[in-house]
């Protein structure tokens, strides 16, 4: 249900010029430069050209596209659809099959076509409503694309809007359009029934049907329902062809180059466009196979190489790999394993390949050197953009850290303090990782709640990937079903161990942080135990039991508790951070959106309350139309200023 975001468009904040050991917040927040972002990064698929999106200079959160001839050592041109000193929300490449052209979005109701060699800009579209997942017709003559009239679209992600009215009385499903001749400007077509959400699809080889994941509105709580369709373009039949069990999410369907199969990542997920599982395919007259089963890591995204060869990116042991599946006799092959997790599918992709499948494009960064655009052959790629030359970052190393905890091998990151010292103790933040579906991978600081820059302030930063998380195969991401807070805190627990017997941690200066899942952990961390001496929750949850009335997406809740809060409500109570309240002594700073739909602020109010009530330091902050990610670049960095200095505060 949660993942801490990261906002590649927006405000990348994480450029720390040379400080002192003694530096303040101030200093560190004078300092911030800009690094610019990427994403959405797509090559050709003839591996000619690459582009990408680029944050705007202006912090403005708007966006550029930039296009790069890979054959020409000449600079990337930047498409816009206005004038080239005009700064707009422009993102979402797609390639025309034959490579000539590529379409992208300005905001998300504007599709445009550009010509890669004139640089020719076209208005396809210009629609009243939300508009996502742009999809050229395999012979290159039409387009699809999803389309929720007159509102909706943006994911649980975004802020609600005010719940005033008859709630839930309208439903603004996505639909897929077609275009069916793009040279004769024809007007789009729905061709899926109104009344089911479609969340995902993909043509047929042949254009004549789509496989597309769908159900019943409203769109962001029922993806966690979602089953797999069969959609005829002509006749509009659609054809439910497999139901997932509760506990298995699916994502990303993609039909086979002969048509015989369609595949799709199923797992246990917590957020709509987050993915991590096993690899299925589904053909029609055998079924659903999972193709890669027990495997110790969780596949995020998948590319058809031939008819029986599935390239996918993994998440894996805290970082990434690429892997070469045939599903014709299982036999699998690791051609890249990499610190930095890399994606094709999922709400951020930073990679791309092209129909070769060796091609690729991708947006490395780790935590010694800022995000560019890289391109070449899987694991062969040389920079393709300068775009941050001269960043270097200002804390220490990263050190990837495993330990036992009840007979599971656990992983996380624990990033060092800027000019360390070996000689003395450091205070230490633990940052826990939104989801619980999720990881934390490597990655140059990107998100306004990414706390690895505590490391310019001296302080040591962990990162643990406790049960529930994703790297460690099904087993391990289900470990955390119906015991929220037990089995994950005693692998944070166990972490520390770890790491206190490898750096010289203070145990007398230790904080805990996260946002969404990661902020419940922190509340639910502090009435546990003493051993944390400052937190900050963002977004958390105080009470499942509220919660599950309040918040916008209550099914993803089923799946890992068992049942409703109506069924069931003993297993809801025993994870509540409310139910031992009294046993909170941590002075705790609580942070959340005015208008979050998946962490709601009540949760956050009641909690704050409690503290108050108890005697406990505490403060509350709501950023007035904010959602569960923050969009406003001043919140994002007052966010950042305010959890800095609670723990400086308390652990200094």
């Known amino acids: 249900m949660f993942r801490i975001f990261l906002l590649v468009t927006a405000l990348a904040i994480g450029q720390l010029q040379v400080l002192s050991q003694t530096a303040t917040i101030d200093q560190v927040l004078s300092e911030l430069e800009s690094v610019r972002s990427f994403s959405g990064v797509s090559i050709s698929p003839d591996g000619h050209w690459l ?86 017709r395999p012979d290159g003559t039409g387009l699809a694309y999803l389309f929720a009239a007159n509102g909706g679209g943006g994911g649980p992600l975004e802020a609600v809007p005010a719940q005033v009215g008859v709630i839930g009385a309208e439903l603004h499903n996505q639909r897929i359009m077609v275009i069916n001749s793009i040279a004769q400007n024809s ?108 495997i110790k890591a969780s596949a995020t995204g998948l590319f058809w190489r031939s008819n029986h060869d599935i390239l996918y990116t993994e998440d894996v042991d805290g970082g990434g790999g690429i892997v070469s599946l045939n599903i014709a006799t299982g036999s699998s092959e690791l051609i890249w394993k990499g610190t930095e997790a890399l994606h094709q599918d999922g709400n951020y992709p930073n990679f791309s390949l092209s129909s070769d499948g060796v091609t690729s494009a991708a947006i490395r960064s780790t ?22 030359a001269g960043q270097r970052p200002h804390w220490g190393k990263a050190e990837s850290v495993t330990w036992q905890s009840e007979g599971s091998r656990v992983q996380g990151w624990l990033l060092y303090p800027e000019n360390f ?73 166990a972490g520390l161990d770890a790491v206190a017997k490898i750096a010289p941690i203070d145990e007398h200066r230790i904080g805990v942080t996260g946002w969404s899942y990661g902020g419940y952990m922190t509340m639910w961390t502090v009435t546990q135990t003493q051993r944390f001496r400052a937190a900050v929750a963002g977004a958390g949850i105080a009470n499942w039991q509220s919660y599950y009335g309040q918040n916008s997406i209550d099914e993803w809740m089923v799946p890992y508790f068992g049942a409703s809060v109506y069924d069931d409500p003993a297993v809801y109570a025993k994870s509540s951070p409310i139910t031992f309240i009294k046993q909170v002594k941590t002075p705790t700073l609580v942070i959340v959106g005015e208008r979050d739909g998946e962490c709601p602020a009540p949760q956050s109010f009641e909690f704050w309350h409690a503290l108050k009530n108890v005697g406990v330091p505490t403060q509350l902050v709501v950023y007035p139309g904010e959602g569960h990610s923050f969009h406003d670049a001043k919140d994002r960095v007052d966010v950042l200023r305010r959890s800095l200095a609670w723990f400086e505060q308390y652990l200094k």
Do not use: C
């Open 421 to 493: 010292d070996g000689s003395k103790k450091y205070p230490m933040v633990v940052a826990i990782h939104g989801g619980p579906a999720g990881m934390r991978g490597v990655g140059w600081p990107s998100s306004h709640f990414d706390l690895s820059v505590m490391a310019g302030l001296g302080y040591f930063v962990f990162f643990p990937n406790a049960r529930g998380s994703y790297g460690e195969g099904e087993d391990f991401t289900k470990a955390n079903v119906k015991d929220f807070g037990g089995g994950d805190l005693r692998d944070i627990l």
């Open 187 to 294: 007007a789009a077509v729905a061709i899926s029934p109104a009344e089911l959400n479609v969340y995902e699809y993909d043509w047929s080889p042949n254009g004549e049907r789509f496989a597309a994941i769908a159900a019943p509105g409203p769109a962001d709580n029922n993806w966690w329902t979602a089953k797999l369709f069969t959609l005829d373009v002509r006749s509009k039949e659609m054809k439910q062809v497999y139901a997932p069990p509760v506990d298995r999410q699916i994502a990303v369907p993609r039909w086979s180059p002969d048509g015989k199969n369609i595949a799709f990542i199923g797992g246990l997920m917590s957020d709509e466009g987050f993915l991590g599982g096993d690899l299925f395919t589904f053909t029609e007259d055998g079924g659903v196979t999972d193709v890669t089963p027990g």
């Open 367 to 388: 935590w010694a050197s800022a995000p560019e655009i890289w391109t070449g052959k899987i694991g062969d790629w040389k920079r393709a953009t300068n775009a941050n």
């Open 51 to 136: 582009a990408w999106v680029e944050s705007a200079a202006d912090h403005s959160g708007n966006s550029n596209i930039y296009l790069l001839d890979r054959t020409d050592a000449a600079k990337p041109i930047r498409i816009t659809a206005g004038s080239a000193e005009s700064e707009r929300h422009e993102h979402s490449v797609v390639w025309s099959p034959d490579s000539r052209q590529f379409t992208f979005m300005v905001d998300r109701n504007q599709i445009f076509m550009a010509d890669a060699r004139s640089r020719k800009v076209t208005l396809l579209t210009e629609l009243k409503g939300y508009v996502t997942d742009v999809r050229w």
